[in-house]
């Protein structure tokens, strides 16, 4: 069964992502960040940004289209589009007036500001710690990592090919397992770079994952990001948002990738919770998985310290590689170039909290309804309330 947008929808969606342009518009200039809000622009023809002359136009734009958004007639885009309008006016207000990091966190992305307990840390250990004792590491966690790294390491200059060997596989398995993803998904190559403050990227416009070659790299983990960047993450998620629009079967806003907003935590999800979606998980995977979850947390609340609690950038340092009990030093300075960024401050709780959000929204489905499933989860954007809210039958 598919399940159809309104018309209404699709009309409003193109209406907002002329509006999320207009802002990315303005936010370029004002701040002088290339990069922007909207990272990625699929649109296949040239569109017409609105135009705004400041923050307060833009707030009351973005109210009039969330008032609009609880007409829409269905729940999940109800639900949605007005949780992404709160974004952009939280995002507006942020550049105008500044808003605390507790709020960003809140208002941006909807979710709980808390960073990670130590006990959940402490629980990601000791499940790390119990997989590789049945892989044959023995010692306490962190020999353990490292007696597993150094068993798996691939040599910086192999870990391109290698990479793009692992996302070549998981092509070919996201093809077979995903009835609905088409055989013309786009197949991407890899990269590496070195001294960049970024794990690994998926550069879709330029058809290449970029890797940072920096940090000693295993095949486990390589494989962990042939799943996140490539397939079925965000390869996969691009490639059926840019299709699917042009089927006119996907709303226009799947065209953008836009950061620091109500999707930006599903959208981490998805590509985290990937082989949770293929129900395919060897215990190396996740291995992988569960040293990605620990990484991410600790990061998550290394940020939490560096801009919430004002640690110099020095002491989080090392307090992050007294916990980086799988990252190495180069993982750690990566890491740190990343989260000290205030335009990325909260970036790292929508990692933190997405896979959970993702992989219990794909455990709740029946499995009749999987194929459904999919189309709901990549065809449209998703916060982590509006991905709840999936009906078989598409009915508000």
Request: charged residues 25%; aromatic residues 10%; negative net charge.
């Amino acid at each position: 069964m598919s399940i159809k947008l309104s018309d209404r929808t699709l009309a409003y969606a193109e209406e907002l992502t002329d509006a999320v342009l207009g802002l990315d518009a303005l936010y370029r200039e004002e701040s002088g960040d290339e990069v922007g809000l909207a990272v990625l622009n699929l649109s296949p023809t040239p569109r017409t940004p609105e135009s705004f002359s400041d923050y307060e136009d833009v707030v009351e734009a973005f109210s009039t289209l969330r008032d609009r958004a609880g007409d829409l007639p269905e729940r999940d885009r109800r639900t949605y589009y007005q949780q992404f309008c709160d974004s952009m006016c939280a995002f507006a207000e942020w550049r105008q007036d500044g808003l605390p990091l507790s709020e960003q966190i809140e208002r941006f992305l909807h979710v709980p500001a808390d960073p990670p307990s130590t006990a959940e840390l402490n629980e990601l250990r000791a499940e790390l710690s119990s997989v590789l004792d049945r892989l044959g590491y023995e010692g306490d966690a962190q020999s353990q990592c490292r007696a597993w790294k150094d068993a798996t390491t691939v040599p910086a200059a192999e870990a391109p090919e290698v990479l793009e060997s692992e996302m070549d596989r998981m092509r070919d398995l996201t093809l077979a397992g995903l009835d609905t993803a088409p055989e013309n998904v786009d197949q991407i190559g890899a990269a590496g770079v070195s001294g960049a403050s970024f794990n690994a990227k998926c550069d879709f416009a330029n058809g290449e994952v970029v890797i940072n070659t920096d940090p000693q790299l295993t095949r486990p983990w390589l494989r962990k990001l042939a799943v996140h960047e490539g397939y079925p993450g965000h390869v996969l998620q691009f490639s059926l948002r840019r299709q699917w629009y042009e089927d006119s079967r996907a709303p226009a806003d799947g065209l953008l990738s836009v950061v620091n907003c109500a999707s930006s935590t599903t959208f981490e999800g998805i590509a985290d919770s990937g082989l949770a979606l293929l129900d395919t998980q060897p215990e190396a995977d996740h291995a992988a998985s569960l040293v990605g979850r620990y990484q991410m947390g600790i990061a998550t609340a290394a940020a939490w310290r560096y801009h919430a609690e004002d640690w110099p950038e020095q002491d989080v340092h090392e307090w992050l590689s007294e916990q980086a009990i799988y990252g190495d030093e180069e993982w750690v300075k990566s890491r740190v170039g990343f989260l000290t960024a205030p335009e990325r401050a909260t970036l790292m709780w929508s990692y933190w909290h997405g896979e959970p959000a993702v992989t219990s929204a794909i455990e709740s489905v029946d499995p009749s309804a999987f194929d459904t499933f999919v189309e709901f989860l990549y065809g449209r954007m998703h916060s982590t309330e509006s991905i709840t809210q999936f009906d078989p039958n598409g009915s508000t």
